[in-house]
């Protein structure tokens, strides 16, 4: 089998739900009785699609995850983790303004994983460009994450692995 990262990081605005946490709705959120989880206003929040067969994929492969954002909305980032129940797939959580290189560098501090083992999935281009300095095999998506985006990811982070 393809050699497989040692840590999934992933972004989460516009990468594992269809907004930015700290612009287009409005926290605290909640799970309403229907287990539809809400902002503060009623609206509903929804995770893209395939983000919770992307997670439990890369748990079945023994590929813990972490999360990497820049938002400013730490508390309600971290609110909607929970209430999407994605939490228990993230070993690691680095939610805050700031370089997204500062967020691997404190994942790197805390496991131990080198950079060159990891794998990001991000929309932001510039993100992406930061992070690859480090040396970590960076996907850059663009209409969220889905399990296709996965298998190419976890193909070009085997190919990577194992040179041309």
Not at 111 to 117: C, D, N
Not at 131 to 138: A, E, N, P, R, W
Request: negative net charge.
């Amino acid at each position: 089998m393809a050699r497989l990262p040692k840590l999934a990081v992933f972004d989460l605005d516009y990468t594992l739900w269809p907004f930015w946490v700290d612009t287009h709705v409005d926290p605290p959120f909640h799970k309403s009785s229907d287990g539809t989880v809400r902002d503060r206003r009623g609206q509903d929040v929804r995770l893209y699609p395939e983000v919770p067969e992307v997670l439990k994929r890369l748990q079945s492969l023994g590929v813990p995850g972490a999360a990497a954002s820049r938002t400013s909305e730490i508390e309600g980032a971290n609110q909607l983790l929970e209430l999407f129940d994605l939490i228990r797939y993230f070993v690691h959580r680095e939610i805050y303004p700031g370089s997204k290189v500062t967020h691997f560098e404190r994942l790197h501090q805390k496991t131990g994983i080198p950079f060159s083992q990891m794998i990001f999935f991000d929309d932001e281009r510039r993100n992406i460009v930061d992070v690859s300095k480090l040396g970590v095999t960076c996907i850059h998506i663009q209409n969220g994450m889905n399990l296709q985006t996965l298998s190419q990811g976890l193909e070009t982070f085997a190919k990577a692995e194992t040179g041309p």
